[in-house]
């Protein structure tokens, strides 16, 4: 079961929904995301198709899904890849040179100006490196400045460490966790801490929770994101074997339940 922070009780102010969405092109998902909230278009592993820079040939589907967001007061979010800090190649989830993060992130700005920003994954270091962070996020962020000066900036760090928050910016969005719900207990303290530290930056926080079984374990999520002040949130009853499942590739089957709970009308 989940830990809960006590402290502020039923005043504590609940998260929004803010969901890792590898939906494909299909408007039928993100047509259920309710007003206000934040979500990923991802074409194929970013807006280019394998290691290429030929775009990716759905274009136009997730055009028209950017549009009609927009018109609903959803934000959407373009995905690119960074290469877990290696920028020596362009290898998928082995590295990727800062020219081609550069070409993909001009790319979204100019396929659809509706799009609220700009959401780096691999945001992480694959030999765990606690000063590389503020110049990882420095570069991106040149590259994002480059093409819109208001942008949002997601780090999808997924990892609750304080080295992680240094050389944040005001408004830009961190990821502090993306694992299971086994897990967001056992790392609760260091959650808390992250959170805490991210808010006296002036950052956003996002924890997303893969494998919440039912409705009472959401719940008790939702009260333990509430009590450490999260300010983005989404769960989902499916498993982290990529395997096996698309862990962020569908709603969960509670999906009504929790827009209920973090989006009331």
Not at 138 to 163: E, G, H, M, W
Request: proline fraction near 5%; hydrophobic fraction near 40%.
């Amino acid at each position: 079961m989940c830990i809960v922070f006590f402290g502020k009780g039923s005043e504590a102010r609940r998260p929004k929904i803010a969901v890792i969405s590898y939906w494909g092109s299909s408007p039928s998902l993100y047509n259920q995301l309710p007003s206000k909230s934040l979500a990923l278009i991802n074409p194929e592993n970013g807006i280019f198709t394998g290691q290429t820079r030929n775009l990716a040939i759905n274009l136009n589907a997730y055009q028209s899904i950017v549009a009609q967001a927009s018109k609903r007061q959803v934000r959407l979010l373009g995905y690119v890849p960074t290469g877990y800090f290696n920028h020596t190649c362009d290898f998928g989830e082995k590295c990727q040179t800062l020219d081609r993060i550069d070409a993909q992130v001009k790319a979204y700005f100019l396929h659809f100006p509706k799009l609220s920003g700009i959401f780096f994954d691999e945001i992480c270091p694959t030999s765990w490196n606690c000063s590389a962070f503020t110049d990882e996020y420095q570069s991106l962020r040149r590259i994002v400045r480059k093409y819109d000066s208001k942008a949002t900036i997601a780090f999808n760090v997924a990892v609750p460490n304080r080295c992680t928050i240094a050389g944040l910016k005001p408004g830009e969005i961190i990821v502090v966790f993306e694992n299971s719900f086994d897990e967001y207990s056992k790392q609760a303290v260091a959650i808390k801490a992250s959170t805490q530290a991210a808010h006296e930056a002036g950052a956003i926080v996002w924890s997303s929770i893969h494998s919440v079984p039912d409705i009472r374990s959401l719940r008790s999520t939702i009260d333990t994101a509430s009590n450490m002040n999260i300010d983005l949130f989404y769960a989902t009853q499916i498993g982290g074997n990529w395997t096996y499942e698309n862990t962020w590739g569908s709603l969960p089957t509670y999906w009504h339940t929790q827009v209920k709970l973090l989006n009331p009308k």
